[in-house]
């Protein structure tokens, strides 16, 4: 049986731990060869890239760096030929008060968040219009959708990765390149394990399926909308929340 993605080209930013690490290997188990893009490899990467067989690449690049951000995926798409999926996942948090926010914790979250996605899948979207097929995949979060107190910049940059996604799945329909997003719940992460146990308690009881989301379920989500599975579908965000917002 043919595999998902088989034959697929796919870069995946924020890719070495928590969700990025269970997307790339979702991708790969369905035939994908994968870019991997973080700020430092992971210290398990020889033993991933000898388990991928070939099919696992990766890219150490600083997001933050805006800068340099288009020539570096330019000259990554001249060395592959294209990508077939893009998955804009890269994402940082400077937690605290508006009030007291300082502006430069404000917009460096911006930065990595919106503005790294946006000119990434600029970037990697000319070519996608150029072969006239294509999935951007950008990482929102139920934050975006519905705010959170103390985290007015990463809410502000997950709400408009949600615009970002709406507005380029209307000019990019017409080419056959779908770009949609995933707005993650609570998911046992990093960021998520240092939530205190009682306030993920609290959590649970506002969530239907009463537990917190594992990376994998957001990376079912990723390989629907990268497949061929979801060829009808753009300009969605799709929440994976445990029905935390019915």
């Given at each position: 049986m043919k595999k998902l993605l088989e034959g697929k080209?796919?870069?995946?930013?924020g890719a070495s731990r928590g969700i990025g690490k269970a997307i790339v290997e979702q991708f790969l188990a369905e035939g994908a060869?994968?870019?991997g893009l973080s700020t430092r490899e992971p210290a398990d990467l020889a033993e991933r890239t000898a388990a991928a067989q070939g099919r696992l690449h990766w890219v150490v690049a600083d997001l933050s760096q805006l800068s340099g951000i288009e020539a570096l995926v330019e000259g990554l798409q001249k060395e592959v030929g294209g990508f077939d999926i893009l998955v804009n996942n890269a994402g940082i948090t400077k937690d605290g008060l508006a009030f007291r926010m300082s502006l430069e914790d404000f917009q460096k979250v911006l930065?990595?968040?919106?503005?790294?996605?946006?000119?990434?899948?600029?970037?990697?979207?000319?070519?996608m219009i150029r072969k006239k097929a294509g999935s951007i995949i950008n990482m929102s979060s139920v934050v975006g959708l519905h705010g959170n107190g103390g985290q007015a910049n990463y809410a502000a940059s997950k709400a408009g990765l949600i615009g970002l996604t709406k507005s380029l799945a209307q000019e990019l329909a017409s080419r056959n390149v779908r770009v949609n997003a995933i707005a993650p719940g609570y998911i046992v992460t990093d960021m998520t394990e240092a939530i205190p146990q009682t306030a993920k308690e609290k959590l649970m009881d506002h969530i239907p399926l009463k537990r917190l989301g594992?990376?994998?379920?957001?990376?079912?989500?990723?390989?629907?909308?990268?497949?061929?599975?979801?060829?009808?579908i753009t300009g969605q965000v799709i929440s994976v929340d445990g029905g935390m917002f019915i």
């Open positions: 080209k796919a870069l995946v930013t060869e994968v870019w930065d990595v968040n919106l503005t790294a996605a946006f000119l990434i899948a600029r970037t990697v979207g000319r070519e594992q990376p994998e379920d957001i990376a079912q989500a990723a390989l629907f909308l990268a497949s061929d599975m979801s060829a009808y």
